[in-house]
């Protein structure tokens, strides 16, 4: 059997512009263990009859498990997980198919007494996925080599084994059980390829928080206040506490459940759950709660079971009713799934937890609560509402990301946890670093990739630790799934700003956006302002933005295919933009406050946070004279010439009309008036100069400079002109023998640092911040 079938049905996504995307999907390639001999010996009926329980079969734990089948050929069977969506447990779940497919095929019985026994491979690697609606010809949805890789591992599988590549045994480790073999050699590759058995799946355990725990103590404060007010007053509350993956939602929950402990004396009691990505089992964060309190561990033996669950009820309920409650939990704890009978047990153990509140302060935690199903949903409204009604000492705290859809009750009081400060973040990873016995002087460049969020600095440093190249310091594959799962959470024109948005240098402009999508101009504004809301990105100026993470932006960079890049990077580039913008991903509003910021980054990888902290006012004493500096500095090396690029002229009109974009305020003097200063100044039109290197990694390219040229019949152009003394290298000028001139006014600065317009000429262009003063070499200075 050689025949292959694509299949056609696709999921359109018609608000998407982008044809299609680089992803990290896995594969999984399941093929029949002898099926030629096994044709051979059967009736043409029987191989009909056969064909179809096996791939029903298939098909049916695919689709439970959220697997997309690309295509069958003969009678094996490739799907893709995370192809259109990813939620960063692609690879856990299609190891978890391809189990549950062996243990399905053994269950199901054959035509007469046939047995088919399958192989399973599974790889993780980078493809090119076509984001159309249907696909006609031989050609599926996905290109790259780990569908072919992933072929290649089913037939080094055992029968009624799954095999798994490099990539996927490091994606799902502390999820599968694994067992590494000897690497096999593959024809065309070399070294021979490494390989894993999954065995089977384990319960991940909780999460270590031994290390202290930085910053946060707004939001720790904020909701240990919540907690304790609703324990006191009766008035039972729901906390939800959101923050994006790696931000240290779970690390806060440790430090509550470890800090409240009593309220006024009286002692608090914590039930604590996570909920695990297990879709066949969408109750068991509520039976965790269960086992949480009545001490029940997994493993425990029947008669284990039943005597714990008989100590916790026994002060709660009357004999009686403990006796018939015992058997409904008992299989609850056993199979949390959505059967009539787990949602009777679940019933059962939310009376428990309302019994145990009326006898002792109590508060329920779940954490990833948006990975919960709608029973486990329904379970919590009940329990807070019930609480409610009957003004029982209880709160109820839900971690979840932003992007959840959340359906909490009105009066619930959101905790939003944002990024750590620069030096919070330079003592996380010092104290990490020295936990791994890895050098700190490591920190200073770990400080700009982690973005604030402890998960990436855990992350980076654990891939350190386990060999990753410290010149480069790629990803971790740990955050590059957590980024790809909110980047997938968008929906198709959010994402494709995004997206557009990464391939644009420095302060993102929605301009800019348009531009490089091809829109027409201001459709990127809701977007963009939906991502700020969404926690991507961060504003910066006035219609300029940043992404709140460099992780963010590399990947949805990468998302792009090369073409498609290069396209969006060109037109960006072709925008006129008439700002000058650093190009680092988070500009600081001035001067002061980037110098700030780079004496924050020095002192957090040097260790020195104190005295950067008490440093700080004199730092802002002292911005403007270094700011100075820096211009004068900017100004030499555009006289100089070295790494500037050629300006760009603008017309003069065109300036006026863009109000607010050119950082100059020009205006025109009367006839004969005399102006000092004019002395010195190069030409008629005004350029901005490119800022010099400094010594910081983003301040080492150039900024863009512009001329603005007066049109014809609006202001004569001047002669002034300025020319090198080639002896002695000074400047000096020619004479100004025009009517009417150009003349540069020095900007007042008002409140905001901006030019102040009052009191000025009729004839001044009122424009957008004060740039840099421009120090020439006569010693006078004009506004460009």
């Not at 994006?244 to 759950?273: I, N």
């Not at 030499?636 to 065109?654: I, M, N, Q, T, Y």
């Not at 004569?716 to 150009?742: E, L, Y």
Request: with cysteine.
């Amino acid at each position: 059997m050689t025949t292959i079938i694509v299949d056609a049905q696709r999921t359109s996504t018609p608000h998407w512009p982008v044809p299609q995307e680089r992803r990290t999907v896995t594969v999984l390639f399941a093929d029949i263990v002898g099926s030629t001999a096994l044709v051979d010996r059967l009736d043409p009926e029987d191989v009909r009859a056969l064909q179809r329980a096996y791939f029903d079969t298939v098909a049916g734990v695919l689709h439970r498990w959220q697997g997309v089948v690309e295509k069958y050929v003969g009678d094996a069977v490739m799907a893709l997980f995370g192809a259109r969506h990813s939620d960063g447990f692609d690879a856990y779940r299609a190891v978890r198919a391809g189990l549950e497919i062996q243990a399905a095929l053994d269950r199901r019985p054959m035509v007469g007494d046939s047995r088919l026994r399958v192989r399973v491979g599974v790889a993780t690697g980078e493809v090119v996925v076509d984001l159309g609606s249907a696909v006609s010809g031989g050609h599926g949805v996905a290109s790259g080599a780990v569908i072919t890789t992933a072929a290649r591992l089913q037939e080094y599988a055992p029968p009624g084994a799954v095999a798994l590549c490099a990539a996927t045994a490091r994606a799902t480790a502390g999820l599968i059980t694994q067992r590494q073999l000897t690497p096999v050699s593959v024809a065309g590759r070399v070294p021979p390829m490494p390989v894993w058995h999954a065995v089977g799946p384990v319960r991940p355990g909780t999460d270590r928080h031994d290390g202290p725990l930085i910053g946060r103590r707004r939001e720790l404060a904020t909701i240990r206040d919540q907690l304790s007010r609703a324990i006191r007053e009766q008035d039972p509350r729901w906390i939800s506490l959101v923050g994006p993956t790696g931000s240290g939602r779970s690390r806060l929950l440790h430090e509550l459940t470890r800090g409240l402990t009593t309220v006024d004396g009286m002692p608090v009691r914590w039930c604590v759950a996570t909920c695990q990505p297990y879709p066949d089992q969408v109750m068991a964060p509520a039976a965790e709660l269960l086992r949480g309190l009545a001490g029940v561990r997994h493993g425990d033996g029947p008669a284990v079971v039943h005597d714990r669950l008989v100590s916790a009820l026994a002060s709660l309920f009357p004999p009686e009713r403990v006796a018939a409650a015992i058997p409904a939990l008992q299989r609850f704890l056993t199979t949390p799934d959505g059967s009539s009978a787990a949602l009777a047990g679940a019933a059962i153990c939310r009376d428990v937890l309302l019994r145990l509140a009326a006898h002792q302060p109590l508060i329920v935690a779940v954490d990833d609560v948006d990975r919960a199903a709608p029973a486990m949903s329904r379970f919590l409204h009940a329990l807070f509402s019930t609480a409610t009604a009957r003004g029982l000492p209880l709160a109820l705290i839900t971690l979840h990301q932003p992007q959840w859809a959340d359906t909490r009750p009105s009066p619930a009081r959101r905790v939003t946890i944002g990024p750590l400060a620069t030096v919070q973040s330079g003592r996380l990873l010092r104290h990490l670093l020295t936990r791994a016995g890895q050098p700190v002087t490591l920190a200073d460049r770990l400080l700009h990739l982690v973005g604030g969020r402890p998960g990436h600095a855990a992350a980076y440093v654990r891939s350190i630790v386990d060999g990753a190249d410290r010149t480069t310091l790629p990803l971790p594959d740990a955050v590059r799934r957590a980024v790809c799962a909110e980047l997938d959470h968008l929906d198709g024109e959010r994402r494709a700003v995004l997206m557009a948005a990464a391939t644009i240098g420095g302060v993102i402009s929605g301009a800019a956006v348009d531009r490089a999508l091809g829109w027409a101009p201001g459709r990127s504004a809701p977007a963009l302002r939906g991502l700020v809301a969404a926690g991507l990105l961060l504003p910066r100026r006035a219609d300029g933005y940043a992404f709140v993470a460099p992780a963010l932006r590399q990947v949805a960079a990468e998302r792009l295919p090369r073409a498609l890049r290069a396209v969006f990077g060109r037109r960006a580039a072709e925008a006129p933009r008439l700002d000058t913008v650093r190009p680092d991903a988070a500009l600081p509003r001035d001067h002061t406050t980037a110098d700030r910021a780079g004496s924050d980054r020095a002192a957090a990888g040097r260790g020195g946070f104190d005295r950067a902290a008490a440093g700080r006012a004199g730092s802002d004493r002292a911005g403007s004279d270094r700011a100075g500096s820096d211009r004068a500095g900017s100004d030499r090396a555009a006289v100089s010439g070295s790494g500037v690029r050629r300006a760009e002229v603008v017309p003069l009109d065109v300036v006026r009309a863009r109000d607010g974009r050119l950082d100059v305020v020009l205006a025109v003097p009367p006839s004969g008036a005399t102006d000092p200063l004019r002395r010195g100044l190069p030409s008629s039109t005004m350029a901005t100069s490119p800022t010099a290197p400094t010594g910081g990694a983003n301040r080492s390219l150039g900024f863009r400079r512009l001329r603005a040229v007066a049109p014809a019949g609006d202001v004569p152009p001047t002669r002034a002109s300025a020319t090198p003394n080639s002896a002695g290298g000074h400047w000096t000028a020619a004479p100004d023998r025009s009517p009417t001139t150009i003349r540069a006014v020095p900007a007042v600065p008002g409140p905001t640092g901006r030019a102040a317009a009052a009191g000025a000429p009729p004839d001044v262009v009122r424009t957008g911040p004060r740039p840099p003063l421009i120090r020439w070499p006569t010693g006078l200075a004009a506004s460009a």
